[in-house]
C-alpha cells in the first residue's frame, strides 16, 4: 500500500466551526507532515511530525492544531479560521533519515472553503 | 531562510526537449527533488538528486551541482500529458524539511 489517504477531499465551515482534516498511511513512514497550498502557489510547509512528536512548525497560527495519535495518522484541527485560510492542504509522509529517498508521497488533498 | 527560483512559464511543443530551470539558496542542503503537479491534483515525485550529476528516469532527467547550487529538469519527447506544474523542493537537515520552489507552468503545444 503506497496510498496516503485524506478525508474530507471537500470541506466549506464558517468561521466559527471547528473541523479536523485526517490523513492515513500505511507505509510505515516515520514522518508526515501538513502543507499548505493557494491556487497558483507552491506547497507550503506548516508542519512536520517525526516519530509521532511535532518537529517542524513554521509559525503557523494557532486555530491549525496539529495532532498525531499514533504512526499512520495526522490531523489537522481547524478553529476560528479566516476567508485567507482557504487553500488546498496537503498531507504527505516520508521515510525518516538515512531511508529517505527525497521523496514525499502526497495524498490528495483536502480544499478547504471558510466562508 | 532559503529561496528557489524557478522561471514561471515554459512553452513548448510536442516531441520537444524543455529544460526547466531551479536556483537556490539554503541552509542544511541535503538534496534536490523534483514533483509535477496537475490542475487540482496532488504533486507527484519525478526524480531525486543527492549527489551532482545527471540522474535519469525514462523521459526525465534531472541534473545537480552543488557548487553552483543550480538544478534542472529536463524532460524529452514532450507530450499533451506533460502540460503541468513542476516544482523543485530542497530537503534540508538530515530531510526533516522540504521547500519547494515558486513552481514553474509547463504548457505542451500540438
Known amino acids: 500500500d503506497t496510498e496516503v489517504t485524506q478525508t474530507p477531499k471537500h470541506l466549506v465551515m464558517g468561521m466559527t466551526n471547528k473541523k479536523s482534516l485526517k490523513c492515513e498511511q500505511h507505509m510505515g513512514h516515520r514522518a508526515m507532515y501538513w502543507y499548505k497550498q493557494k491556487a497558483k502557489k507552491p506547497p507550503e510547509l506548516m508542519f512536520v511530525?517525526?516519530?509521532?512528536?511535532?518537529?517542524i512548525n513554521e509559525s503557523v497560527p494557532s486555530r491549525f492544531s496539529p495532532e498525531c495519535p499514533n504512526s499512520s495518522l495526522l490531523n489537522l484541527h481547524l478553529h476560528a479560521l479566516q476567508p485567507e485560510d482557504s487553500a488546498l492542504y496537503l498531507c504527505?509522509?516520508?521515510?525518516?533519515?538515512?531511508?529517505?529517498?527525497?521523496?514525499?508521497?502526497f495524498g490528495e488533498g483536502s480544499r478547504l472553503t471558510v466562508l | 531562510g532559503q529561496s528557489l527560483e524557478q522561471p514561471s512559464e515554459v512553452t513548448a511543443v510536442e516531441g520537444a526537449i524543455v529544460q526547466i530551470n531551479c536556483t537556490y539558496q539554503?541552509?542544511?542542503?541535503?538534496?534536490l527533488s523534483w514533483y509535477q503537479q496537475h490542475d487540482g491534483g496532488a504533486p507527484t515525485f519525478l526524480s531525486y538528486?543527492?549527489?551532482?550529476g545527471l540522474e535519469e528516469t525514462g523521459r526525465f532527467s534531472s541534473f545537480l551541482s552543488r557548487s553552483d547550487s543550480y538544478g534542472y529538469l529536463l524532460l524529452q519527447e514532450l507530450q499533451m500529458k506533460d502540460s503541468a506544474s513542476y516544482f523543485c523542493?530542497?530537503?534540508?537537515?538530515?530531510?526533516?524539511?522540504?521547500?519547494f520552489g515558486s513552481g514553474t507552468k509547463l504548457n505542451v503545444k500540438p
Open positions: 511530525y517525526s516519530y509521532e512528536k511535532l518537529s
Open positions: 523542493a530542497v530537503a534540508l537537515y538530515n530531510f526533516n524539511k522540504f521547500y
Open positions: 538528486n543527492a549527489l551532482d
Open positions: 539554503t541552509s542544511g542542503f541535503y538534496g
Open positions: 504527505a509522509s516520508s521515510p525518516t533519515g538515512g531511508g529517505n529517498t527525497g521523496e514525499l508521497f
